[in-house]
């Protein structure tokens, strides 16, 4: 089955989408070559170790809480709490508990 990505103009549920794939918890919404937003499923416990992204990015915690660390701390983010990051920056990300997260990436040349 092809991966649907919202169009223009198109609601998205973010509380609900991919939940008719129950094998796909994460999963890419919005795809155009200027910008990237998946809405990432992570269970309590999860970390996606340390990275970088050539582009600006928004990690916006939709549900649950995570610790986010970048340039040189640690934060909590609770449901409807954002932060932006400059390009390159290095951050990670743990799971205290289920969460979604909003994740947008906008690519730069």
């Not at 709490?81 to 990436?105: F, M, N, R, W």
Request: aromatic share 4%.
């Amino acid at each position: 089955m092809a991966t649907h990505h919202a169009k223009p103009n198109e609601i998205v549920d973010l509380a609900t989408w991919a939940d008719d794939m129950p094998v796909e918890k994460s999963k890419v919404i919005i795809r155009t070559s200027e910008l990237e937003l998946a809405r990432l499923v992570m269970s309590a416990g999860q970390e996606f170790r340390e990275h970088k992204v050539a582009g600006p990015i928004t990690v916006h915690c939709v549900k649950g809480e995570i610790d986010f660390s970048a340039m040189g701390s640690t934060q909590t983010l609770a449901a409807g709490q954002l932060l932006y990051l400059e390009p390159g920056q290095p951050h990670a990300l743990t799971a205290k508990v289920d969460s979604v997260i909003l994740l947008t990436i906008v690519f730069v040349d």
